[in-house]
Each structure stands twice: as structure tokens, then as C-alpha cells.
């Protein structure tokens, strides 16, 4: 009798201070290491949803580009009939590339059928000198002229040269001695920087979308 009654005062005792402090120990631990994976899997999805949105921005600054270049010197003078008096000024008729450089562009064509528009391409350099930089764009019909409003197309660009010309025959356009009718494809090069950095690596690491591209022009 006196040995099942020690028994029952043993069982309902409980637990002791010391194994309660043992189960939070451990409970603590597992906590912290649940939260800790569960911030790093944010952390990762915020820097994956920041990586695939410039991505698309520079996707869909480079199709624009291409779009454009592509319809470079069209309506050409050769596509209209000579009794017509057409001629290369005419505000129906694209001249086709007007000046290159390796930050900056302008041509004439019908790039939405609207008419003959200049497009002006140029890549601004903050007033420190380094980049990132900023992509430009800006058009004006050819019968209307003037100025074009530039509107900002692309950010955080990593280079200023990002264009580059390719003659009839592949080799690289010289300024020094090539004209620019003899320009037949354009290049485009983007390194695009990533404005959030990848936490996940440090917090002064900033991703870059990298694409390349070319369009051939009628010129």
C-alpha cells in the first residue's frame, strides 16, 4: 500500500524545473532554425521576383529597339515611282540611318505605320561620368520636325556603348573611313543592373541581366 502511494505522489509531481528548461531550450532552437528558413526563402523570392523584372524590362527595351531598327530607311526612295518627284528630304520618304555612334542613334522610318518618323536612340551619363546609365528614346514625324520629347526607356544600364555596326560584308563600321549607307546591321549590347541587391549573397551584390542582339537595316 505505502509503495503504491509513494508511486502516485511520484506521477503526479510533474515535470521539474530543470526538464522544463531543457523542452524550452529545444523548443527555442527549432523555432529560431523554422524562422530562419523561412526569412531566407523570402529573401530569396523577393531577389528572384527583382531578377526576372529587369529581366523583362531589358527583354522588352531590346524588342523595341529591334522593332525599330528594323523598319530603318522604310519607305525607301527606290519604292516610289520617279514620275512621282520623290525625293530623299520628301517627308513620305525614309533616309534610313542619319547618325551612329556607340551611345546614340538616329534614323528615319515608318516605324508604326503612322508616316515616316526620326527615332532618336542615346544613352545619358549621369554628371558623375559613370554609368548606371539611362536609355533615351524620342520620335518626331519627319513632315512635322523639330525636337523630339525624349522619354526614359531603360535604367541602370551598365555601359554607355551599346550599340555597334556591321558593314555589307561583317566587318566592324569605321567612323574614320566608312560612309553610313555602307552600315547594314546594327548591334545592341545591354548590361542592365539590377536596382535591389541579391540578399541572399550580401547586401552590396547587385545582379545584371546581360542580353545581346543585332538587326539588320534597310540603309
Not at 129 to 143: D, E, F, I, W
Request: proline share 4%; with cysteine; glycine share 8%.
Amino acid at each position: 500500500m505505502r509503495w503504491n502511494q509513494k508511486k502516485r505522489r511520484q506521477a503526479d509531481r510533474g515535470f521539474s524545473l530543470l526538464e522544463l528548461m531543457v523542452v524550452l531550450a529545444i523548443f527555442t532552437t527549432i523555432v529560431a532554425v523554422v524562422t530562419d528558413g523561412i526569412i531566407q526563402i523570402q529573401k530569396k523570392s523577393a531577389s528572384d521576383v527583382n531578377k526576372v523584372g529587369a529581366a523583362q524590362e531589358s527583354r522588352q527595351f531590346m524588342d523595341q529597339i529591334l522593332r525599330d531598327l528594323r523598319q530603318c530607311g522604310f519607305p525607301s526612295l527606290g519604292m516610289f515611282d520617279p514620275a512621282t518627284g520623290a525625293t530623299s528630304s520628301s517627308s513620305y520618304v525614309a533616309q534610313g540611318l542619319i547618325s551612329f555612334s556607340s551611345s546614340a542613334l538616329q534614323f528615319e522610318g515608318d516605324i508604326d505605320g503612322s508616316g515616316v518618323s526620326e527615332v532618336y536612340l542615346q544613352v545619358v551619363v549621369p554628371a558623375s561620368g559613370n554609368c548606371p546609365c539611362t536609355v533615351q528614346r524620342g520620335t518626331v514625324l519627319k513632315s512635322v520636325g523639330g525636337t523630339p520629347a525624349y522619354y526614359t526607356e531603360l535604367d541602370n544600364v551598365m555601359s554607355q556603348n551599346i550599340f555597334a555596326a556591321y558593314k555589307y560584308d561583317g566587318s566592324a563600321y569605321n567612323s574614320s573611313t566608312d560612309s553610313l549607307s555602307s552600315i547594314k546591321n546594327i548591334g545592341i549590347t545591354l548590361y542592365v543592373q539590377n536596382p535591389q541587391p541579391d540578399s541572399t549573397i550580401s547586401s552590396t551584390t547587385y545582379p545584371t541581366t546581360t542580353m545581346v542582339s543585332e538587326a539588320r537595316i534597310n540603309n
